[in-house]
């Protein structure tokens, strides 16, 4: 029996035994009868967004938000699905609050219920045709050749990825909230720069470019965040790509661009990780969805491939 489906037995137990409503007799099974020591029960639940000192999160199986009060919120990124040991829970002003341990977190897309961003499929793609080719002398021109032998299907991505939902809805998306983000970190005001995009986050986990730039705030200290950010955005993205290897993401649709950028951020993260040989297969990836490379990237693919580090290569 999983431990949600034991801590919802377990208050319809106490209901039947004191008539108490549900929620005075979960309260009562989570932190114990008064002058009792608090109980400790095991949940899971989703991570919409993070606080210097709390995480917003979703208990699976229970409606509403409740806001976690652990010293251990600065490990967590909204997406991350978490176990949770609860020690209490309560309510102030009507808000559902609870304290306890992140026994675990992980990604696990899945168990956030969204719904996949609409992908438009724009015709066959002939590459060849529309770019001057590399020259032969060119490390990059055999991977040329390959990744535009043929036409192929192209696809962009949803506003939403770019804008978030809330310019969409506006019907604005040329005002992204990640602009105003980065225009904050350019005046120092990083603790306002991640507010921001947390609460754009907690609004829809699918903006893709919000969990890039979080996870741009953190690379220089802690590239292992910044990975967690970069992931959530490529695992969420890809909710929405078809299961056709041989799909095109065009950089020239700004929609995509999020997506190349998460690409991009992940593998330099785990580069800098010297985790090199995964970074190469994630270089790899990114130029097959986009061939004409305006990211440069295979000058970071021949780098690894060259044997050179992240801080020979990131030296200035």
């Not at 210097?52 to 229970?62: D, H, K, P, Y």
């Not at 409606?63 to 978490?82: F, N, S, Y």
């Amino acid at each position: 029996m999983t431990t949600q489906k034991t801590l919802k037995k377990r208050i319809r137990e106490r209901m039947q035994q004191t008539g108490e409503r549900y929620t005075q007799a979960r309260d009562a099974v989570l932190v114990g009868d008064v002058g009792d020591e608090p109980s400790t029960v095991g949940v899971r639940a989703v991570v919409l967004k993070v606080n210097q000192r709390s995480a917003r999160v979703r208990i699976l199986g229970e409606d509403g938000e409740v806001t976690l009060r652990t010293t251990m919120a600065w490990q967590l990124v909204p997406g991350h699905a978490v176990d949770l040991e609860l020690t209490k829970r309560w309510t102030f002003h009507d808000d559902a609050y609870a304290s306890g341990t992140v026994e675990r977190s992980f990604i696990d897309v899945g168990v956030l219920g969204l719904e996949p961003l609409p992908l438009e499929r724009f015709g066959e793609m002939d590459l060849r045709a529309i770019h001057e080719p590399f020259e032969e002398s060119d490390r990059y021109a055999p991977l040329w050749l390959e990744h535009t032998r043929a036409p192929r299907p192209a696809y962009e991505f949803h506003d939403i990825a770019w804008s978030g939902k809330r310019a969409f809805e506006a019907g604005d998306i040329e005002d992204c909230p990640v602009d105003d983000a980065m225009d904050m970190k350019e005046m120092g005001d990083l603790d306002g720069a991640r507010a921001l995009l947390m609460e754009e986050l907690h609004d829809d986990l699918r903006y893709l470019d919000a969990h890039v730039h979080l996870g741009n705030l953190e690379f220089d200290l802690s590239p292992e965040k910044a990975l967690a950010h970069y992931e959530m955005a490529i695992r969420i993205g890809a909710l929405s790509l078809p299961a056709d290897e041989n799909l095109l993401l065009p950089w020239g649709c700004i929609t995509n661009r999020p997506y190349h950028r998460a690409l991009s951020g992940y593998g330099q993260a785990l580069w800098k990780l010297k985790r090199q040989g995964e970074a190469e297969a994630v270089f790899e990836r990114m130029l097959a969805l986009n061939p004409p490379d305006n990211l440069g990237i295979r000058m970071l693919l021949f780098a690894i491939r060259d044997g050179v580090t992240w801080e020979q290569w990131a030296a200035p």
